[in-house]
Structures are given as structure tokens and as C-alpha cells.
């Protein structure tokens, strides 16, 4: 596609529930990412992708956040027994190559809502 | 470990005045830095990436600029416009991966 597709848009969950929120990387990007964005913490990163290599999950808050990425091009991420801290806005971006030297695209987001 | 402050949080202009973001980061021992425009309700567009060898960027009427000892960044608006109105981002990479450490975000508005 022409950008990072992510979906749903908005999420409003019961707490305890579960959700899996989707990522759609720019086709041929080897690199994904996940970041949350709260009020009160601002963007974090949550967790990194690079084409096999075994992913880099050291941002992830608890262990009820996971994510996979099949077939190096989707990713879901899920977050089990959801909180009200969990509210805030999932971010997901893709970029090419290795290294730190290309830029970032990020999706629009998934809003989630935690009631 | 790596903090990214910015300053003012808000700023409102009248339109057509030439204006400065401000970024500073504890650790100068960055890869790279990337500044990027919000809009509400969207994601992040990215404006600029300077790499750590690099002293600034141009594009359009944006120039960013890195002054990494001192460990501070500008990004400098000519001309501004209603259009201009968003919220800007400056992110550092300090382990070469892509996962970046974001300030908080300066609120722009540009008033026609």
C-alpha cells in the first residue's frame, strides 16, 4: 500500500477483555514498530522488528502486551486482560533497511479505550 | 539514560512570522534526530532526519539544525501559515535501531 495501514481506527473495550490491534507496513519495509501514546507518558516505543531476527520487546509494560509479525510484513499486536491504563493511542511504523539511517512512517493510530 | 525536553510546549504566532522550536536530549552520543509534525487525530509525519554527522536539514520553508555536543536541535518555520498549526516532535535514535525517545511535543498555532 502507499502508507502504514492500521485498523481498527477506534477500539472501546470492557476492561478484562482482550484486543489485537493490526499493523499494514509499507510493502517491502523490513523494519516495524510499535509505540503507545498517553497523556501522561507521551510516545513510548513498545516494540521493534527487523526482518527474522528475533524482535526487540524491551518497551512492552507488562507481560499481557505481545506481538507477532508473520510472514515479515503484518504484525498484531495484543493485549490481554485490557486495564484503563491501557487507554491511549497504538502507533505502528515501518521503515527500510537497517541502522538508523532512514526515516520512519507511522500509520494513524488505533484509539483504545479501556472501560 | 536518554531524555528529550521541548520548549515552549505551546506557541501561537500571528501568521507570516519566521519562528524556532527548541529540542535538547541529555546524551549527545545520538545516531540520529528526526522531527515530525502531528496533526489531531493523525499519526506522526515526518519533517526532517538529520544524521549525527550532519548540522542541518533543509526542506521547504523548514531547517533543522544539530548542534550535538550541546545536545540541542532547532527546527526553524519561515513564513509561517494557518496550515502550519500542529504539534511538532523532535525524536532522537541513540541505539542506531529506530527506536526513538520522543519529547513532549510543541503545540503550534499560526493565527490567519
Given at each position: 500500500?502507499?502508507g502504514v495501514?492500521q485498523?481498527?481506527?477506534?477500539?472501546?473495550?470492557?476492561?478484562?477483555?482482550?484486543?489485537e490491534?493490526?499493523c499494514?507496513p509499507?510493502?517491502g519495509?523490513?523494519?516495524?514498530?510499535?509505540?503507545?501514546q498517553s497523556?501522561?507518558?507521551?510516545?513510548e516505543?513498545?516494540?521493534?522488528?527487523?526482518?527474522?531476527?528475533?524482535p526487540?520487546?524491551?518497551?512492552l509494560?507488562?507481560?499481557?502486551?505481545?506481538?507477532e509479525r508473520?510472514?515479515g510484513?503484518?504484525?498484531?499486536?495484543?493485549?490481554?486482560r485490557?486495564?484503563?491504563?491501557?487507554?491511549?493511542?497504538?502507533?505502528c511504523?515501518?521503515?527500510?533497511?537497517?541502522g538508523?539511517?532512514?526515516k520512519?512512517?507511522?500509520?494513524?493510530?488505533?484509539?483504545?479505550s479501556?472501560l | 539514560?536518554?531524555?528529550?525536553?521541548?520548549?515552549?510546549?505551546a506557541?501561537s504566532?500571528?501568521?507570516?512570522?519566521?519562528?524556532?522550536?527548541?529540542?535538547?536530549?541529555t546524551?549527545?552520543?545520538i545516531?540520529?534526530?528526526?522531527?515530525?509534525?502531528?496533526?489531531?487525530?493523525k499519526?506522526?509525519t515526518?519533517?526532517?532526519?538529520i544524521?549525527?554527522?550532519?548540522?542541518e536539514?533543509?526542506?521547504?520553508r523548514?531547517n533543522a539544525?544539530?548542534d550535538?555536543?550541546?545536545?540541542?536541535?532547532?527546527?526553524?518555520?519561515?513564513?509561517?501559515?494557518?496550515?502550519d498549526?500542529a504539534?511538532?516532535?523532535?525524536?532522537v535514535d541513540s541505539s542506531?535501531?529506530?527506536?526513538l525517545?520522543f519529547?513532549?511535543?510543541t503545540t503550534?498555532?499560526?493565527?490567519?
Amino acid at each position: 500500500g502507499a502508507g502504514v495501514s492500521q485498523s481498527p481506527s477506534n477500539k472501546v473495550t470492557e476492561k478484562g477483555k482482550d484486543v489485537e490491534l493490526r499493523c499494514d507496513p509499507i510493502s517491502g519495509h523490513t523494519a516495524l514498530y510499535w509505540y503507545r501514546q498517553s497523556l501522561g507518558q507521551g510516545l513510548e516505543f513498545l516494540i521493534y522488528f527487523q526482518g527474522n531476527s528475533a524482535p526487540d520487546k524491551s518497551g512492552l509494560p507488562s507481560d499481557r502486551f505481545s506481538a507477532e509479525r508473520t510472514g515479515g510484513s503484518v504484525s498484531t499486536l495484543t493485549i490481554q486482560r485490557t486495564q484503563q491504563e491501557d487507554s491511549a493511542v497504538y502507533l505502528c511504523a515501518s521503515r527500510s533497511g537497517t541502522g538508523g539511517r532512514g526515516k520512519l512512517f507511522f500509520g494513524s493510530g488505533t484509539q483504545l479505550s479501556v472501560l | 539514560k536518554q531524555e528529550v525536553t521541548q520548549i515552549p510546549a505551546a506557541l501561537s504566532v500571528p501568521e507570516g512570522e519566521n519562528l524556532v522550536l527548541n529540542c535538547s536530549f541529555t546524551d549527545s552520543a545520538i545516531y540520529n534526530l528526526q522531527w515530525f509534525r502531528q496533526d489531531p487525530g493523525k499519526g506522526l509525519t515526518s519533517l526532517l532526519l538529520i544524521q549525527s554527522s550532519q548540522r542541518e536539514q533543509t526542506s521547504g520553508r523548514l531547517n533543522a539544525s544539530l548542534d550535538k555536543s550541546s545536545g540541542r536541535s532547532t527546527l526553524y518555520i519561515a513564513a509561517s501559515q494557518p496550515g502550519d498549526s500542529a504539534t511538532y516532535l523532535c525524536a532522537v535514535d541513540s541505539s542506531n535501531t529506530g527506536k526513538l525517545i520522543f519529547g513532549q511535543g510543541t503545540t503550534l498555532q499560526v493565527k490567519p
